[in-house]
């Protein structure tokens, strides 16, 4: 079963705009995660949030945990059409050895 | 350096035969993740290898399903007796011990079974 839920399902922009995605779980967590996959093939790791962090930055991506409610969001900011990918949040709840559950993931087209 | 990667990239197959998925995790990664990935929804665990540690099999679907990896390195997933509903893109992933945070992935491999 999944544990995370992204919302929105399918997110659509104009080039220069920002994107958010938000997730939400299930369960206690040791760490979240963020993912990017183009084409429906090979993920790639894009930045990881401690459960004990409430804010992390990485050049354009933001990512911020509420606990509390067992929420995250991703935010891109100055969207690129090479922004146009799925991504998907991920947690860690088994004792830091990242067996991850995925959400089904946010589809994000940005256009030209 | 080489990542993760698979062979096949696409597997064609007739429902009720077996078939056999691999991965070449990157050198040095002590451990090993399959995935399953569903048209249009997210990864779904499989089977966890770490070391010489009984790998840890929870979310393997039914026991048609199964997974070694031999000297510690590459990996097999075999299905046997495929139905339809096993298609999909299977991912492994392999990761350091130290960090353990970041899984790296390799393409996939993509399963119809007709």
């Known amino acids: 079963s999944q544990q995370g839920e992204e919302d929105p399902q399918a997110l659509s922009i104009q080039e220069g705009e920002n994107a958010t995605m938000n997730c939400s779980y299930k369960?206690?967590?040791?760490?979240l995660q963020w993912y990017r996959q183009n084409s429906g093939r090979g993920l790639v790791h894009l930045i990881l949030i401690r459960s004990n962090e409430r804010e992390k930055h990485s050049g354009r991506l933001r990512v911020t945990l509420d606990t509390s409610k067992k929420s995250s969001s991703l935010l891109i900011t100055a969207s690129r059409a090479a922004d146009t990918a799925s991504y998907f949040c991920a947690t860690d709840a088994s004792g830091g050895y990242n067996k991850l559950i995925f959400g089904a993931g946010t589809r994000l087209a940005v256009h030209p | 350096g080489a990542g993760v990667s698979q062979s096949p990239s696409n597997k064609v197959t007739e429902k009720g035969k077996d078939v056999e998925l691999r991965c070449d995790p990157i050198?040095?990664?002590?451990?090993l993740y399959w995935y399953r990935q569903s048209l249009g929804q997210g990864l779904e665990f499989l089977i966890y290898?770490?070391?010489?540690?009984?790998?840890?099999k929870s979310g393997l679907p039914s026991d048609r399903f199964s997974a070694e990896r031999t000297g510690g390195s590459v990996s097999t997933l075999t299905i046997q007796r495929t139905q339809q509903e096993d298609s999909a893109v299977y991912l492994c992933?392999?990761?350091?011990?130290?960090?353990?945070?970041?899984?790296?992935f390799g393409p996939g491999t993509r399963l119809l079974v007709l």
């Open positions: 050198s040095g990664h002590t451990a």
């Open positions: 369960t206690s967590i040791n760490n």
């Open positions: 992933a392999s990761r350091q011990e130290l960090p353990r945070e970041t899984q790296y």
């Open positions: 290898f770490q070391g010489n540690s009984a790998p840890d």
